[in-house]
């Protein structure tokens, strides 16, 4: 039987029927563009609608009567005024295009990317959070990951910034090995570059990991809102502490966590200890902490580095002496000693006799001491004896006696310090980049985050005693003397610096020390010599062997 052959539409139309429907495609797209406003205005007027018969089922029967009245009296109204009817119509309209306007779809989950990411964060932790005889393992290759995450959020790069994880009971959470490993793990996994915050809930099993945000490092010197005793080291998260200053930043002012650091006779870390490596920005703290400590007290500088950092509080009200060289340093530190001795001799005097402490005894006396380690090798080499052993009187009795030491050194020479340094500086602070485990060897505890290779000048953490661990970035208080420093920073700095002294010093005699009785009082402004000698230190400030017992510190 001879085949029919197909109708010539269906046998070479094919080329047609595409076309046709490109065509009608187009005129679709067309007529929807054009029809746009249109549409949107007829999706409003049917959701108002939806809104209004929900609002009317959702009235009570006794006020539908009222409601009614109330709505045919505002139509009444609106008919009457001069175009009340147009303006109505436009007044509707409005609504309409604004309740049928197009919403952005609402995530609801992770998509086929984050949910990958998440699936491999899920087998890599299987090694560490499995047993071999669990009967209903938590944590199992090929397991169900959504069963132990949740809370979790990604950035727009695919990027996990924040994240809960379960794990089992068995894990030990308690030991700093076990935790150090997990933390280390989701780093890796989760983006490095980064610096994590992790939260460890042992009641609950729970591990919650989130992405901290960069600490400002707009914050230049300038005068905070502090009492006596106290000094600002920088700035921190705002849930770690329970205080926040304001403070300027740029053109801008507003509030700012501070890491508050109290020194003073009540104090419980009465001195501090600040490390890191070149650059990191151990000078610049000293600097900040003088320009605070000179609006109440009077400041000596040591400065072992001999780079001039410290030259523009040379003169100024307030700084008894700025030394570079080891002479220089050997006699200021033994007058240091000497004074916190006259100190403690004068305030136990007035205690026994019944009336307060002297003023001068009150006044606050800081030691800053950057890098006092070179002293020490310059001083074997000399056969002298070590700057640091002149510490001791001052670190041990320096709270009762007002007077606070600081101490910056590199992380090569810690070794380097003298066991009062390390023993008596409970305030400690690590500034630039570090190992975990270096940061902990200076604070004592390791560090709730993961250090970032790559962090701005003054960045770091502080621990003021057995408190918790802080994340510290100290206020820009660059050199102003420094011709890289901008004009900006340049004028904050020497806004804070005090009027320098035109007072002649006086000068010491050669052939002894001045008689007791012409010897003034120590006044707020007195101005020590830069390298006092032995001789005359000794002879201003008498002995704790002649006048009695040193107070404790």
Request: net charge negative; aromatic share 6%.
């Amino acid at each position: 039987m001879a085949r029919r052959p197909l109708p010539r539409i269906l046998s070479s139309g094919g080329a047609q029927i595409a076309r046709s429907r490109e065509i009608a495609r187009t005129a679709a797209d067309s007529a929807t563009d054009i029809l746009h406003p249109l549409i949107t205005i007829t999706r409003g007027l049917r959701r108002l609608a939806s809104a209004g018969r929900a609002r009317w089922a959702a009235t009570p029967k006794e006020r539908r009567g009222p409601s009614l009245f109330l709505g045919a009296a505002c139509v009444l109204v609106v008919a009457l005024i001069p175009y009340g009817p147009m303006l109505a119509l436009i007044s509707v309209m409005g609504a309409a295009a604004w309740k049928g306007r197009e919403r952005p779809a609402v995530k609801n989950g992770p998509d086929e990317a984050e949910t990958e990411r998440l699936r491999a964060l899920y087998e890599a932790l299987v090694p560490y959070f499995s047993v071999a005889d669990d009967p209903s393992p938590l944590y199992a290759h090929g397991g169900k990951w959504a069963d132990v995450f949740s809370d979790f959020e990604f950035d727009g790069d695919g990027r996990l910034t924040r994240l809960r994880v379960a794990y089992p009971a068995h894990f030990t959470d308690g030991e700093p090995a076990s935790r150090a490993r997990i933390e280390q793990l989701l780093h890796t996994k989760s983006g490095r570059g980064r610096e994590y915050l992790f939260h460890w809930d042992e009641e609950g099993n729970e591990l919650l990991m989130s992405v901290l945000p960069a600490l400002s490092t707009a914050i230049a010197a300038q005068r905070f809102v502090t009492v006596p005793g106290e000094t600002v080291l920088g700035f921190t998260d705002a849930d770690a502490v329970q205080r926040t200053v304001p403070v300027r930043e740029g053109d801008v002012t507003r509030d700012a966590p501070p890491v508050i650091w109290r020194t003073g006779p009540r104090s419980t870390e009465p001195h501090l200890l600040a490390v890191g490596q070149p650059g990191s920005g151990t000078t610049t703290l000293l600097r900040s902490i003088a320009l605070q400590a000179l609006q109440h007290g009077d400041v000596l500088i040591v400065e072992g580095s001999g780079t001039g950092e410290y030259a523009c509080l040379t003169g100024r009200f307030g700084v008894l002496a700025v030394e570079c060289g080891l002479s220089g340093a050997l006699s200021s530190l033994e007058w240091a000693a000497h004074e916190t001795e006259r100190r403690l001799i004068a305030a136990n005097r007035s205690r026994q006799a019944g009336h307060p402490a002297p003023e001068d005894t009150r006044r606050p006396l800081w030691i800053l001491l950057d890098r006092p380690s070179v002293f020490g090798h310059l001083a074997a080499a000399d056969g002298r004896p070590d700057p640091q052993h002149l510490l001791e009187v001052p670190l041990r009795h320096g709270r009762a006696a007002n007077v606070t030491v600081v101490v910056a050194e590199q992380f090569d020479s810690v070794e380097a310090l003298s066991e009062a340094v390390r023993t008596h500086t409970r305030a400690r602070v690590v500034l630039g980049p570090a190992a975990p485990t270096t940061v902990q060897g200076v604070l004592g505890v390791a560090p709730h985050t993961t250090p970032t290779p790559d962090v701005p000048p003054g960045r770091g953490y502080a621990r003021l005693g057995t408190g918790p661990v802080l994340r510290l970035q100290v206020p820009a208080t660059p050199d102003p003397y420094d011709d890289a420093t901008s004009e900006a920073l340049r004028q904050a700095v020497l806004e804070l610096l005090p009027e320098h002294q035109t007072a002649p010093l006086e000068a010491v005699p050669d052939d002894g020390a001045p008689e007791p009785e012409q010897e003034p009082a120590p006044s707020a402004t007195t101005v020590v010599p830069p390298a006092p000698t032995a001789a005359s230190a000794s002879a201003a400030v008498p002995s704790a062997t002649d006048s009695g017992q040193l107070t404790p510190g």
